[in-house]
């Protein structure tokens, strides 16, 4: 088997079980491998360490599959995993539920993660089911080297109907990938999907949607601002289909404005709307940028109970961390001067590249520069399928805080 040698000293972070060898690390690469072909990694010494999955192009020159040495990588390694990932879903209550007749009551959706990457130590894949249909999001080499097992795999593990692929995510050009989209497996009837979520129907849109159709990471944030909106005026900043808005107008909202600059998505979300019978004159829609939107608002000296910020990523990695933090913190002190005392703030930031304790701080600065007190009442971070492997802190990515604005 082709094989990576570490430089002296370099083993450090495998040892802890952290998944990534980064280039830097790399000593040398003997047997020529192909982008994605497992490799034995071994150190200066050339002990063995991990069988990874090589990856020529990307910063991450490899990342691993089994730190076993008596595991081989292959299909039944794969069934094996993907399994388990199943096996901890179910535990969680997360299972796939009949898609005709009455939903158990149980059963709180039928969207979820089955995959999470490192975090199920499946580097690169993500796997996201929607009823009986599965979205696959293939980021890297080794994942790409294994996408037909894999697509064979994953139908025999779920009985799904349909496979599609996603793998047009930005990540892949890290990774010298191109874009690639379309059935992988499977009968497909529409691109449109209909889910459910904690008593809601919600279009998906898996063909043309963000990531593979649908923000699951959010699920339980977007319950808890539906227990928090009963009377009050609620603005959703950044709300693609419609996600918080329609869980805030089922609360008992007293109105919700949403804002985006996609029509597509407002008009996912209008529809989204009705087809949960939610009562159209409590719900305004505005195609904007939130930037120049909240500028406006602060303008009209136009006042909320309950704001959403929900940005996308303004920092995949931490080299973007500084430009990202002026936007996030832009949005933060608009929010907080756009609330009425004893109004409630439940800020997002996706970014990789900015960790909890970052985003706290920037939050802090801008109620500072707002002119306003406030506290934390909830840390709110991504939906338990998207779990964090504890030897794989980045897969901590979504962190939220609950502010209250004192009066
Ligand atoms: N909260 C949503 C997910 C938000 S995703 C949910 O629970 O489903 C981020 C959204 O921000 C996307 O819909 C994107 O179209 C929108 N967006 C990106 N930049 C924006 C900007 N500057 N102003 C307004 N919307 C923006």
């Given at each position: ?135 696959l999001q293939s ?163 136009r006042s909320w109970?309950?704001?959403?910020l929900d940005p ?96």
């Amino acid at each position: 088997m082709p094989a990576l040698f570490l430089k002296p000293e370099r083993e450090k972070s495998l040892l802890r079980r952290h998944p990534w060898v980064f280039s830097g690390a790399v000593e040398r690469v003997s047997g020529d491998p192909r982008p994605g072909e497992t490799v034995d990694v071994c150190n200066a010494r050339g002990q063995w360490l991990a069988r990874a999955a090589y990856s020529p192009v990307s910063q991450i020159r490899a990342r691993v599959w089994t730190f076993d040495p008596d595991e081989a990588v292959d299909a039944d390694f794969f069934r094996r995993r993907i399994h388990a990932a199943l096996q901890r879903r179910a535990v969680l209550g997360f299972s796939p539920v009949p898609q005709t007749g009455e939903r158990p009551a149980h059963v709180t959706t039928d969207a979820f993660r089955l995959v999470h990457a490192e975090s199920d130590g499946l580097p690169g894949l993500v796997v996201d089911r929607y009823g009986d249909v599965l979205v696959l999001q293939s980021l890297t080499a080794g994942s790409d080297f294994w996408r037909e097992t894999l697509a064979d795999l994953l139908m025999e593990a779920t009985g799904a109907v349909a496979l599609y692929e996603r793998s047009d995510a930005d990540v892949r050009a890290l990774e010298g990938l191109a874009p690639r989209v379309g059935i992988l497996r499977g009968v497909w009837h529409s691109p449109r999907l209909s889910i459910y979520e904690h008593g809601l129907n919600v279009w998906v849109d898996v063909e043309r949607g963000h990531k593979t159709g649908f923000y699951l990471d959010q699920r339980t944030n977007r319950k808890r601002v539906g227990e928090m909106a009963q009377g009050r005026d609620v603005l959703n900043c950044f709300c693609y289909t419609g996600g918080f808005t329609l869980h805030a107008a089922a609360g008992g909202a007293n109105s919700v404005l949403s804002v985006d600059t996609s029509a597509e998505a407002l008009a996912l979300a209008r529809e989204n709307a009705r087809q949960n019978a939610l009562p159209s004159d409590r719900l305004d829609w505005l195609e904007a940028d939130v930037f120049t939107a909240l500028r406006k608002f602060r303008d009209q000296n136009r006042s909320w109970d309950l704001i959403i910020l929900d940005p996308p990523k303004f920092a995949p990695t931490a080299a973007q961390a500084e430009k990202a933090a002026r936007g996030y913190k832009d949005i933060n002190r608009l929010a907080f001067k756009l609330l009425r005392p004893g109004g409630i703030l439940v800020t997002f930031s996706c970014s990789g590249g900015i960790d909890a304790a970052l985003f706290q701080k920037i939050v802090a600065s801008a109620a500072l520069d707002a002119g306003v007190d406030a506290q934390i009442v909830e840390h709110l971070s991504q939906a338990p399928d998207h779990p964090v492997a504890l030897h794989f802190p980045e897969g901590a990515y979504l962190k939220g805080l609950v502010c209250i604005k004192c009066d």
